[in-house]
């Protein structure tokens, strides 16, 4: 069977507020994976989803769960705040995304925005 891989990966690596960041995202068939970390561990696994309304021509709004790890509000804003773009680019598929930073500073959100989006697969 040849043709395009099941899963196409891309990652980036990039020194964020003196933390070396690594990013891989992975495009499956119904989610694209993204891992954030500072440590090399995956660390904490959320879920980004997009809630559609019908009939509702607006942006979905995300929902997000913690499915393995530490359940913290920061968490869930950090979650937010990172792979929004990832699922609307991605004609809003669900995210899974797991993250493990040092710096949790939100100067760094801008910078881990733009390492994510260096490794774009969507």
């Known amino acids: 069977?040849?043709?395009?891989?099941?899963?196409?990966?891309?990652?980036?690596?990039?020194v964020i507020n003196g933390c070396a960041t690594q990013v891989v995202c992975s495009?499956?068939?119904?989610?694209?994976l993204v891992v954030v970390t500072q440590y090399g561990k995956l660390g904490t696994l959320v879920s980004v989803t997009p809630n559609t309304v019908a009939g509702d021509l607006g942006k979905p709004t995300?929902?997000?769960?913690?499915l393995l790890?530490?359940?913290?509000?920061?968490v869930h804003v950090c979650a937010k705040n990172l792979?929004?773009?990832?699922?609307?680019?991605?004609?809003?598929k669900p995210v899974l995304l797991g993250i493990a930073l040092k710096d949790k500073s939100p100067d760094c959100i801008p910078a881990l925005k733009a390492l994510i989006k260096s490794c774009q697969v969507w």
């Open 69 to 74: 790890g530490c359940d913290e509000p920061l």
């Open 62 to 66: 995300l929902s997000t769960e913690v």
């Open 27 to 32: 495009a499956f068939t119904d989610h694209i």
């Open 1 to 14: 069977m040849e043709g395009q891989p099941v899963v196409t990966s891309k990652q980036a690596e990039e």
């Open 83 to 92: 792979v929004s773009f990832v699922s609307q680019e991605s004609k809003n």
